[in-house]
């Protein structure tokens, strides 16, 4: 069965950084890429970005573009999440979740991990 797990959310001052966790299990690594989400209070989820198992980040949001980068350790099944000079607008729930390669579909989400970030 396939889990994800996040970790490494909390409280952190504006310009601060942060790096989250997803501890995947269960993903047949030629079957699945994995993204990164964040849904702020009152508003829709957003995507931020996306990698494969090879590491290679295929896509940033524009908003996070310099600040935010994803990264992988295939030994340990997981991907990670760098955030610095964090900001209060950065403020949210991040999820990661495993889409199908062969669908793109989102099929396979983590419970999420808050981020929150004083100014």
């Known amino acids: 069965q396939v889990q994800l797990v996040e970790s490494g959310g909390g409280l952190v001052q504006a310009g601060g950084s942060l790096r989250l966790s997803c501890a995947t299990s269960?993903?047949?690594?030629?079957?699945?890429?994995l993204g990164w989400f964040r849904q702020a209070p009152g508003k829709e989820r957003e995507f931020v970005g996306t990698?494969?198992?090879?590491?290679?980040?295929?896509y940033y949001t524009a908003s996070v573009q310099g600040r935010f980068t994803i990264s992988r350790d295939n030994a340990k099944n997981t991907v990670y999440l760098q955030i610095n000079s964090l900001k209060p607008e950065d403020t949210a729930v991040y999820y990661c979740?495993?889409?199908?390669?062969?669908?793109?579909?989102?099929?396979?989400w983590g419970q999420g991990t808050q981020v929150t970030v004083s100014s």
């Open positions: 979740a495993a889409a199908l390669k062969t669908t793109g579909a989102y099929v396979r």
């Open positions: 269960g993903l047949i690594s030629s079957t699945y890429t």
């Open positions: 990698i494969d198992w090879s590491g290679v980040p295929t």
